[in-house]
């Protein structure tokens, strides 16, 4: 997992601060890393490759090698770019002027999550709900009667019964 | 009833006061009321207020106390976090999202804890969507701790937890997917339980992150704070995730004696992050319970630190989908004039949503975006089981797991707004509690510069009588819990 | 060059459950708008899905129908997009562990020959609303009382080849989905709709070309004309240089063509994850048993038992097992008559052709499998010539009574009787011995000519009711005799 060396520093020595002074040391390095144009854009492509590919995990493969022989985190440094990708999937609209900054906390936030590298979890089953139980199912009956006049004294447009939307073009 | 003792008594003693017509339902709900118009404007607590319809039921609840046909919680006044949906009454999330949305349903804890009788006064504020530690990402201003007006209730449920300190109710319901109920609860200084996840129905409960998220109650003691949770928990048709499972009597085995329980002290939970006035407070706190006959285990959390990375990947994930239902269509905020669909969607969420919460949509989509997933939202999942299984070693040597609720007292106003990470860091000791689905009770264990400071017991899965029990021994053989702010006209 | 097509199928079977997959609302078609979205079919906040056992139990009954691995825990996922006919932002479906596995069905194709298809998987799933589009000025109308209607998604290997192949598959699926009475399959309804991954290679090749997905195609009609259409299109665009886009389109019936789709131009990223507000569905083998032997007769079976219990061919037995109430009618219709191929020949000729006629399915028809039967054997005991049991369908069509009433009130007897049938036949030859002589002179293959004009000229006199064989005995043996 931990071949690749320049950017790689801050979170090696990371293991060994605590959280905090990891956070701290996080900090320092993002700020710093922000203008590496370069690493930046490559990571700008990676990113796109894996989202034109659409349907999920056939985009694997496109990834599969970074992840497997080095690290998915030292290229993870965020720009504008990858924030706006994002939020453009999660329809967000995010200022111009406040692009900067909401992609440098953006980038601050996930390199939280570099602390999980450190953990082998080969073999782990991941842990969806914390109880094993199993879905109830429920009787084949109709409960529930028109309530629309009811629902839709919340909606913001509404005509003959009908939820209101700009047009839509299939 | 002295007027004073209404505002600051227990829902226990409030009940027997009423059972023995010491007081009246109307004159508590009254004190409280009153309570409310004196400090709110301060405190910010309290978002929404429902006098006429809580005037109307606490009659009712007078009539039931006159007929004999009174519960143990028939007249108490209640305070509902606005994460919870209640009928006909606006329900916000705290968010610009959702300041017009009023439900035409019950959230199923509202409807029990209205079956029981509770007379319910109005909302509380909390952290926009729950997500935060600290009520200042509310729509509706900050809450200010009644300790000191300076500084924040910590949060997401800031609001309920202030409101009990302050007086306003004696109980009050609060959520907690990473610790907001416990973290809130300590830094107000009062006792704050987030039970068993499946424990407690979530339906008609604003969904933040469904696989941690789990209403508790938010009480002036554990003897309360059992009677409460009686009331909230059982199986509901309704919640796929809800246990079906037995709800004990929660308040039959309270005072049963302590002695010979084990007690799992974490060394992770004493490193450098805590402040160390809080560890004194905490060794204290875990003396008192070794004089009533409770044994201390060292044991080990492992994963601790990592439970933060965790967390922030599996809330946000979850939480980026449970909010894509807020598109501008059915309810909620809807930009004006929008040109087309994207610009509907697009401003809509903009406008409506806080930066706070766009920034956890943002990385939870990361975190589930095609080729990300397995390097962040899958990871996560693994650890969290690695998290859940160290719990579950560590429950093979001890009985209870006891621990600071946050690594320090209440922080000013805006200390930590500016930087997400330190905020995420006054879960630290909570929300690995949520990754394994544990119950976890945090009780007042003495103040620091006049600032309280929680324990935090944690138990076995749905063993919450145990929690319950050792609390309540605690809150037997110290007087922490019975510390209350001064504020002026109030406690004078 | 010649090019080869290569399609496998989608195809989306809403369910006929009572109620939603995951709330108490109606699942009925054609309500006014919105009053069948309950507050969980609209995404409300807080509201939470609970599953629908019937939506369990229809899937596993199709599983265990193509004799498919069963997933014994499978678990829902959210697939995450924004459309303003999903509620929720994203849809509750089965993308990694998914509720029927891999499964095989075998086509019975018009040749007589069974054509294999092989399932990848069929999983649960909520349908989506509905848009209204031409209603309001700059706006589109949102309906959403088809949101939670429960669907199974059923998806095939690239295993056609043509489009006969495809309309076979899916006429098969549609029968089988009505055996097993879990969808009402009425397409015209949306209640089975079709999407084909169709792409193009040089005919001997291996490898995939790239794909297009033509999105809901809902009439057996349709399917072949999007293939016809899109095949040309693709081969017009290899043929000339260029490349095929993978993307996703839309069949315009009106137009004949098809077009890419402007609102899935942007390729979707759907975040697929474990929807965390359900728990996996464990079936066990107490559970599949008890639905395994609840399950009626599969068409394959019925099929394999009308061929050896009925000697039908094996194209006769597919189209009468094609739906239950076909097949019913015909074992009634059989074993009244006792002349099975006989009934099968009437069912798919003179019956079939009457209901298309007259648009009607076999459970409206005016003439009941006891009505027919009673024809057959009229038939078969030569009480009526096929000419003549013609009349008497029509009769049974218009019910006019029983097939035996409507031969003596109409007199349509056949004339069976040796004696009077001989005098006919004299009298035929006796007035006309020119062409009595010019038989007598013809050689044997021409005398089989001939010989129509006797029979014609005895069915003229006899009204048409002369049995056939025996006048043709009778005028045989006196043409040759004197």
Known sequence: ?170 | MALESLTSASATELASALQAGETSALELTEACFDAIAAHNPTINAVITLCEESALAEAKAADLQLSAGTAGPLTGIPLLHKDIFCTRNVATTCASKMLTNFIPPYDATVVSRLQAAGTVMLGKTNMDEFAMGSSTETSVFGVTRNPWNLNCVPGGSSGGAAAAVAAGFAPLSTGTDTGGSIRQPASLCGITGLKPTYGRVSRLGIIAFASSLDQAGPMTRTVEDAALMLQAMSGVDAGDSTSADLEVPDFTAGLNQPIAGLKIGIPKEYFSHNLDPRVAEKIHEALNALVKEGAELVDIELPHTEQGIATYYIIAPAEASTNLSRYDGVRFGHRCDNPLNLTDLYERSRSEGFGEEVQRRILVGTYALSAGFYDAYFKKAQQVRRLISEDFQKAFERCDVIAGPAAPGTAFELGAKSDDPLAMYLEDIYTLSVNLAGLPGLSIPAGLIDGMPVGLQLIGRSFDETTLLRTGHRFQLCTDHHQAKPTLAGVNP | MSWEVVMGLEVHLQLATKSKIFSGAANQFGAEPNVQACAVDLGMPGMLPVLNSEAVRYAVMFGLAIDARLGTRSVFDRKNYFYPDLPKGYQVSQFFEPIVCEGEFEIPMEDGSLFPVRITRAHLEEDAGKSVHDAYTGQTGVDLNRAGTPLLEIVTEPDFRTAAQAVAYLKALHSLATYLGISDGNMAEGSMRCDINISLRPTGSDEFGTRTEIKNVNSFKFVEKAIAIETERQQDVLESGGTITQETRLYDADKNETRAMRSKEVANDYRYFPEPDLLPIIIDEEYIDAVRSALPELPRIKRARFISEYALSQYDAALLVDTPTLANYFETAATQSKAPKLTANWILGDLAGALNRDSLQIHQSPVSAESLAGLIVRIADDTLSSKLAKQVFEGLWQQEGTADAIIEARGLKQVTDTGALEAMVDQVIEDHPDQVTQYRAAEENKQKKLLGFFVGQVMKASKGQANPQLLNTLLVAKLRSS
């Open chain 1, 1 to 170: 997992m931990d071949s690749t060396p320049a950017p790689r520093g801050h979170l090696a020595n990371a293991s060994a601060l605590s959280v905090r002074d990891f956070i701290v040391a996080k900090l320092s390095s993002v700020r710093h890393g922000k203008n590496t144009t370069k690493s930046a854009s490559s990571s700008f492509v990676l990113r796109n490759e894996c989202i034109n590919v659409g349907v999920f995990g056939q985009g694997e493969s496109v990834v599969a090698s970074p992840l497997s022989h080095h690290s998915v985190y030292p290229a993870m440094i965020t720009i504008p770019a990858d924030v706006l990708s994002m939020a453009q999937l999660a329809r967000l609209r995010i200022d111009e002027d406040a692009l900067d900054d909401v992609s440098e906390r953006f980038g601050r936030t996930l390199q939280l999550v570099a602390e999980l590298e450190k953990i082998d979890t080969e073999g782990v089953t991941p842990m969806s709900n914390p109880h094993d139980m199993n879905q109830r199912l429920r009787p084949d009956s109709v409960t529930e009667s028109n309530q629309r006049e009811a629902l839709q004294q919340n909606a913001p447009a509404v005509a003959d019964g009908f939820f209101l939307v700009p047009k839509v073009i299939d």
